[in-house]
């Protein structure tokens, strides 16, 4: 069991992110609200703000895919990209706890689901942050 | 801006800092550690050289001894002919000494 659990930690330790980061960050443009809805869709169902939230993470998605060979301007967009997943769940998460109503959707599986997407943006962006660092060290 | 997006601009901008601080720290100890590291390896590299030095040196001197030997090996060997020759010559005039008692 602990050798299985070893391998795990392995995998996150010395594997590498860049395919990951790339299939992600396609599936994450693709997936992205602004390419399947106009504005006006969004401003007629009150959304306004959250379209502009899909329109930064848009960018920023698009930033990350067209700089990923250039590892110090990737993580730059990579930690764009988590500061607007830090702020988009503090908003999700202080509507859910003053707004009943809000409360009362599918909240719990999006937490989920938003806390594993975290750590998978968390672990790509230290790893870049750590490559970066050893690449300046070295010189 | 209404109150959860104030309070989601604090969170994520309190948490852009400290992550950069964090960063930066970290960055500071790796810095040091990798200093510590270059001077070690300088301080082995200068031990090391300074027996390359020695090495050099004493081969030198080996060689040197190495000559003046061969060179002390001649000069007995001729020395010992000579010695050989005089010995030669004092047994002949011995006898010759002897014959005209």
Known sequence: MRQFLKAYKDILVYHDYGPLLLFWNIADLANNRVLWMSYGEALDGGNEWAYFQYCLYFVVALGMLFSLPNIRSCSRFVGTYLLLYIFSTTRFLVNVFSDPEFAAGDVGRSLVVTAVYFTLWVWIYVKMRMEVMHKDLRG | ?101
């Open chain 2, 1 to 101: 801006m209404d109150k959860p997006t104030t309070t989601a601009a604090i969170v994520a901008a309190v948490t852009g800092v400290f992550s950069a601080g964090a960063f930066k720290f970290y960055e500071f100890m790796l810095k040091q550690k990798r200093e510590k590291q270059v001077e070690e390896k300088a301080e082995q590299t200068l031990y090391r050289d300074d027996l390359i030095k020695r090495v050099d040196r004493l081969e030198q001197e080996r060689d040197e001894h190495l000559e003046q030997i061969i060179e002390m090996m001649s000069e007995l060997a001729a020395l010992k002919v000579e010695v050989k020759f005089l010995k030669q010559e004092n047994e002949m005039l011995k006898l010759r000494i002897e014959a005209l008692r």
